[in-house]
């Protein structure tokens, strides 16, 4: 996957996933990545197959929108699943995605049944209305909104709501600074940050093919309007009035989806409340068919449930740590450059030509255990380090590789066999793993016949390895 900073220029060019969307949430949609992602949480942005992938930030820590298909495909979403799963494996980062859409937070879990943690808050949740309801604010259970709206014409006749044109900008700014200066008093910093970048939106509001409109009375803006279609959704991004004029809100806002909210589009976002209880009560008034739920993700890794290393016995060996007494052994292991050609880590590339003291590797295999990313345990015959046999590589599916070397004097015993067996045990019996691989280089021979007396399977070859597997049917 190549990622690139998301930018305006980018967010525009990606406009058709935003239009061909179907979460119904707000935050896959231009305007929204524009105000609120570019800048929090600086995201890169890759096209997979026909999905949009955003990477984002927290801190130092990565994670993943869930990728956004047009037209809601599954089975597209999940060819970028499958993508960001391996990019994840490779990179040794925790599978983490955000915005999860309601109605695809079952798949994942079956997905990831293995382990995995599902959040959700209710500050994320979109306020989702009906675009019919909002045209008329029909019965009873809008009869607030009616007499508001009856009132505010009765109060200002000459109100007309306006469709915003090419040269208005000046008009739309004049008002938000009005709207700062006598009506804005939330001292949030996110609120803050909100009315800034939607100043920022309006000379943009083409570029993101943004829908305004604007409430004027005897020539001057009294209330200011903006969203976009995504599917068949009008997402509202920006609803500002002058309060002074009674009734201006709900007025506003019906005129709004009156203007903009053709027989296509059959509901409106108006998107979370943050948590705001003034905000959360006001759009509760309007009477949401449906609060649109947002989830967060994160799988857990196999070794999140180790939490401390094994002791394996076979019939010969004792699987278990590596300690400081056999530091200067597994050394030896490590170190050799010629034996260790197919192990297919060469640590001279980490040192740049240093030469590696005792306490190296045997950090390195802790600082490992400590990530969850890889379990090495020594092979033993007494108290004789003998080799060494790993658990990496894991996926997020129920699948672990499988590896192991000897030093030169035990060699041609079967220890090796011994080894991976018992680990490719530890993984189906306690790490609930589903299937252990394993690769050698070709002209390795004795790795070759070593994978198969441990019970492997060959399942395939490239240019330069043979592939093996393992099940616990096997």
């Known amino acids: 996957m190549q990622f690139q900073p998301l930018t305006q220029e980018s967010i525009a060019a990606l406009t058709p996933y935003f239009e061909q969307q179907t979460t119904r949430m707000s935050t896959y ?62 990179n040794y980062l925790k599978l983490r995605f955000f915005n999860v859409p309601e109605e695809r937070v079952g798949k994942l879990c079956r997905r990831y049944a293995l382990g995995m943690h599902v959040e959700t808050v209710r500050t994320w949740y979109d306020y989702l209305y009906k675009t019919e309801d909002f045209k008329a604010f029909a019965g009873k259970k809008f009869s607030g909104q009616r007499n508001h709206i009856n009132k505010f014409y009765r109060s200002y006749p000459t109100a007309q709501f306006k469709i915003f044109q090419p040269g208005d900008e000046d008009k739309i700014l004049n008002f938000l600074s009005e709207f700062e200066k006598t009506q804005f008093q939330k001292s949030d910093r996110f609120a803050v940050r909100e009315l800034k970048m939607v100043k920022a939106l309006v000379p943009n509001f083409a570029k993101f093919k943004q829908y305004c409109g604007y409430m004027e009375i005897d020539g001057k803006v009294v209330s200011v309007a903006a969203g976009e279609i995504c599917g068949d959704t009008l997402m509202q991004h920006v609803e500002k009035a002058l309060r002074e004029y009674e009734g201006i809100y709900p007025a506003t806002a019906q005129a709004f989806v009156r203007a903009f909210a053709t027989e296509s589009v059959k509901y409106l976002n108006r998107e979370d409340d943050s948590g705001d209880l003034g905000l959360r009560k006001s759009k509760l008034q309007y009477n949401p068919c449906q609060m649109v739920k947002k989830y967060a993700l994160e799988v857990d890794k196999p070794l999140c449930q180790v939490k401390t290393l094994p002791v394996i016995h076979t019939q010969r060996l004792c699987i278990k740590k590596i300690g400081k007494r056999h530091k200067e052994a597994y050394h030896a292991l490590a170190s050799d450059v010629e034996r260790n050609r197919y192990w297919g880590y060469d640590y001279r590339k980490d040192l740049n030509g240093k030469t590696p003291d005792a306490d190296y590797f045997l ?108 099940t616990a049917a096997l």
């Open 29 to 90: 949609s231009g305007a929204y990545q524009f105000m609120w992602n570019c800048d929090l949480f600086s995201p890169d942005y890759a096209e997979v197959g026909q999905c949009l992938l955003l990477k984002g930030k927290q801190g130092r820590t990565p994670f993943f929108f869930y990728p956004i298909s047009k037209g809601g495909v599954w089975e597209e979403e999940l060819k970028t699943i499958e993508a960001v799963e391996d990019y994840c494996r490779k």
């Open 363 to 470: 950090n390195l295999i802790r600082r490992d255990f400590r990530a969850r990313n890889e379990l090495s345990l020594g092979m033993f015959l007494d108290d004789t380090l003998i080799g060494e046999v790993v658990l990496h590589n894991f996926s997020y599916t129920g699948e672990a590789e499988v590896g192991a070397r000897l030093l030169p004097a035990y060699q041609g015993y079967g220890y090796a066999q011994e080894g991976v067996r018992a680990m490719s045990d530890y993984a189906f019996s306690v790490l609930a793993q589903e299937r252990v691989q394993a690769k050698c280089y070709k002209e390795n021979v004795r790795s070759k016949k070593m994978l198969e007396g441990a019970g492997m399977r060959q399942c395939g070859e490239d240019e330069i390895f043979l592939y093996f597997y393992r």
